[in-house]
């Protein structure tokens, strides 16, 4: 028997995610992304399905680097319209009982004052099962929505973002002593106010001299994911991240970001294993492999290739409309997201990616592997990767909301717990208690526990 192998749903409070085509299919019900029964069924789903959580991507800008202008984006439904992802979490968890809430906020563009209040909130209510997905942003459209002429260069927002992890981590951790709270009732003190601290941060961008607004939530620090894999980024997760979600088109991808993970683990002091690594992919499956391949071979039909390069030029800040489809990719260093564009341009020595091609294979599921087959089938695939790559599980996308993840709830989930690969129910706990094992806080050695005020 071999390691545990986890699930994430990879979703997006839109019509559109990781497939842009495949809103036009008959089957897919993502249009309903408005309705709130929506996201409900999705968290019973997921919940039925012992999955650790739903991982909810968002962008504050539009796809507007192919042709530059937001025309292709707006077009195709690619990531827009876009609702806000923290208000689905009240009411999946209103449904639900175990399933935790990975949630991504862009630090860049909100102060950390508001932002520790609104995610405390969120931990209150869920019982302690809310993340927190850390992203810096890589659209130049949220920066000009938000004032600026363009956004920081990559290196510069991960510097802020240190500075912004600090701030969080004082009002979190240091702000309020655990027996602050007092509900004396007899006295009239709800808090004894020499317990609850002023941080006082005066730093190079944020000054913060005052409490946090709340009073200590379940985990305090909600569960700390993070995705990016360039040298900064990693260095980045090495010292904050309790979850990395990684993604690549091959095992040769996959296994570099593992192990450059887990080697920036150890430089910053923690255990190789200290997080847990999830990596994206794409499961089609039916009851036989011939329905499944049909299934497969029906999807390939809604790829919308323009779509799909409205996509990855966002993703990467290449104007792929500039391209023949039959161009190669090469790696070019853009202020965006350049693990997007690397994970294509250094897959394999031998192999190169043309534009039209990469367009092809991100139109269903983005830029992990897409796997077809029976149960069974699909259960050896999944443990391949996994033994393959050292990751920890995956991160599901969606074809078809909520075709594809029913799909895999009914029937890979069991498949692979007869296998004894899958868990059958869940701990209690907080989030971090159910992925760790351990107390709903961070652990003794985490940076967040380092903070002076």
């Known amino acids: 028997m071999g390691q545990r192998i986890r699930f994430n749903a990879f979703q997006m409070n839109a019509a559109s995610h990781q497939s842009p085509g495949l809103w036009t299919h008959p089957r897919d019900s993502a249009h309903r992304y408005t309705d709130p029964q929506h996201w409900v069924d999705l968290a019973k ?3 039925r399905g012992v999955f650790d959580g739903v991982f909810l991507a968002d962008v504050l ?18 990531q827009v319209p876009v609702n806000d992802p923290l208000a689905l979490v009240p009411l999946m968890a209103q449904a639900t009982e175990h399933l935790g809430f990975g949630v991504t906020c862009a630090l860049t563009y909100e102060h950390p004052y508001p932002f520790a209040r609104r995610i405390s909130t969120l931990d209150h209510l869920t019982g302690g099962r809310v993340g927190w997905n850390i992203v810096t942003g890589y659209l130049d459209s ?16 991960y510097d802020l973002a240190d500075e912004y992890m600090d701030v969080v981590y004082k009002l979190w951790e240091k702000s309020w002593a655990d027996d602050a709270v007092r509900r004396d009732k007899a006295t009239g003190t709800f808090t004894d106010p020499a317990k609850v601290r002023p941080i006082r941060h005066a730093g190079t ?10 009073e200590p939530s379940p985990q305090r620090t909600p569960v700390l994911y993070q995705a990016g894999t360039s040298p900064r980024g990693v260095a980045f997760a090495a010292r904050h991240a309790e979850c990395v979600f990684i993604s690549g088109p091959t095992e040769t991808v996959l296994k570099r970001y593992v192990d450059t993970v887990r080697g920036g683990l150890v430089a910053q002091g923690r255990p190789a294993d200290d997080v847990l690594i999830y990596a994206q992919a794409l499961v089609i499956t039916a009851p036989t492999e011939a329905e499944a391949r049909a299934k497969h071979r029906e999807l390939l039909e809604h790829i919308d290739v323009e ?3 409205a996509l990855l030029s966002g993703w ?8 023949d ?4 990719i090469e790696h070019v260093d853009t202020e965006a997201g350049r693990t997007a564009l690397a994970s294509f341009s250094q897959t394999d020595p031998s192999r190169k990616w043309a534009v039209g091609e990469a367009a092809r294979f991100i139109g269903l599921g983005g830029r992990g592997p897409v796997i077809v087959g029976s149960a069974s089938q699909v259960a050896d695939e999944l443990e391949r990767w996994v033994d393959a790559t050292g990751i920890d599980g995956f991160n599901l996308t969606y074809a078809l909301a909520h075709e594809t993840m029913r799909d895999v709830v009914d029937h890979v989930v069991p498949e692979l717990q007869r296998r004894g690969r899958y868990a059958t129910s ?3 706990g907080t989030l971090r208690e159910k992925l760790f094992a351990r107390g709903p806080r961070l652990g003794a050695g985490h940076a967040a526990t380092r903070v002076r005020i």
Do not use: M, W
């Open 426 to 428: 869940y701990s209690d």
């Open 325 to 328: 489809p039959d161009a190669p």
């Open 316 to 323: 990467t800040g290449v104007d792929f409309s500039k391209y």
């Open 307 to 309: 779509a799909s390069l």
């Open 142 to 157: 949220a920066a000009r929505n938000l004032g600026l002429s363009n956004q920081l260069g990559h290196d510069a927002r």
């Open 61 to 78: 800008g539009v796809y507007d680097v192919f042709g530059g202008n937001h025309e292709a984006a707006v077009r195709h439904g690619v």
């Open 45 to 47: 789903l997921l919940e």
């Open 205 to 214: 961008h944020y000054q913060v001299p005052g409490i946090h607004l709340c």
